[in-house]
């Protein structure tokens, strides 16, 4: 039994998508074409935010930032599953596997957060629309996002260190596109008990307070509409936290319906399909959801195009 605890294992194989052989083509161009489509998306939406002087406002910076992070966590995992569904031998190294962990956390969680600190953004713009230049300050603005990295840091650090204590056997495959955490967990040959604790403390936390900081400041932002009910104040929430309100709902109901719902018998099934929604479709929808709707966003790609014509 000692004997082995002590083989080292140098590489995962990651089993993919359940995906017929004959089926393989079409899904490798689809997920392409979403790839190519959320990393230009994103793109488009950070230039434009840095070029226009016009949208560098904390709501636009924000966005900025979710856009990158869109596009980050998009990259931890596609690049590898457009990889792996060419190769012969899906195979991801011990080093590359944990790498891949610690940016899908860190990145997942940073997604949350930068939907806190908008959440709170568009609170003040509707609850304190005269200070709101003067809470939302460049220096509040930083430090919301700064401390984000920090708990994201610390967190997906968390979770990593404490996995690289684990020792594998034999067993080195993952039913999984990715390197999850929760795959590799079960696949472990040592004690995970620790390692579950912090999941569901640590985890737990940092899933269920953003949701509920979300919660309170929409409940906020509906019980100040209420008190002075007008069309014109409805029509205002709805015009600036439209947006907000559907990137919040696809990323935490999609969430919410993996871990919440009870699976039924096809529980890998289940998973793969719903890891996909959050690290292949919610990136990929972000950026339509900000500028199809957004008047501001749409004047902004005009007049950087003019711009550039004009030179
Ligand atoms: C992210 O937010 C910070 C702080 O508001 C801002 O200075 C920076 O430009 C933003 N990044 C992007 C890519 O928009």
């Known amino acids: 039994m000692s004997g082995n605890n002590k083989t080292v294992i140098s590489h995962f194989v990651l089993l993919g998508l359940p995906i017929t052989p004959e089926h393989h083509h079409l899904f490798y161009s689809v997920f ?144 999984h596109f990715f390197c999850d955490l929760s795959a590799l967990l079960k696949l472990a040959c040592s004690d995970i008990h620790i390692n579950e604790l912090v999941v569901l403390i640590i985890g737990g936390l940092v899933v269920i307070l953003p949701f509920l900081l979300i919660i309170v400041s929409y409940t906020l932002i509906v019980s100040s509409i209420l008190k002075v009910p007008s069309t014109r104040g409805i029509h205002k929430v709805f015009s600036t936290c439209g947006s907000h309100l559907s990137v919040v709902s696809l990323f935490y109901g999609t969430i919410i319906g993996l871990y919440l719902c009870p699976s039924a018998n096809n529980s890998t099934l289940k998973d793969t399909v719903m890891s996909m929604m959050y690290t292949v479709v919610t990136p990929m929808l972000n950026p339509f959801i900000y500028s199809l709707r957004n008047r501001d966003m749409k004047a902004a790609l005009k007049r950087v195009l003019q711009k550039k014509t004009v030179f």
């Open 32 to 175: 392409l074409a979403m790839y190519l489509t959320t990393i230009l998306g994103n793109l488009i939406i950070i230039i434009l935010i840095c070029l226009d002087t016009n949208l560098h406002t904390p709501m636009y910076l924000f966005l900025g930032n979710l856009s990158f992070t869109d596009l980050c966590f998009s990259s931890v995992t596609m690049p590898k599953l457009l990889q792996n569904m060419k190769s012969q031998v899906p195979s991801i190294p011990y080093a590359g596997c944990l790498t891949q962990m610690y940016f899908f956390l860190f990145f997942g969680d940073l997604e949350s957060f930068l939907l806190v600190a908008m959440a709170y953004d568009r609170y003040v713009a509707i609850c304190f629309p005269l200070h709101y230049t003067s809470i939302m300050s460049p220096k509040l603005c930083v430090s919301l996002v700064l401390l984000s990295w920090v708990i994201t840091t610390s967190h997906a650090m968390l979770h990593t260190l404490l996995l690289t204590r684990l020792s594998f056997c034999e067993n080195n495959v993952i039913p």
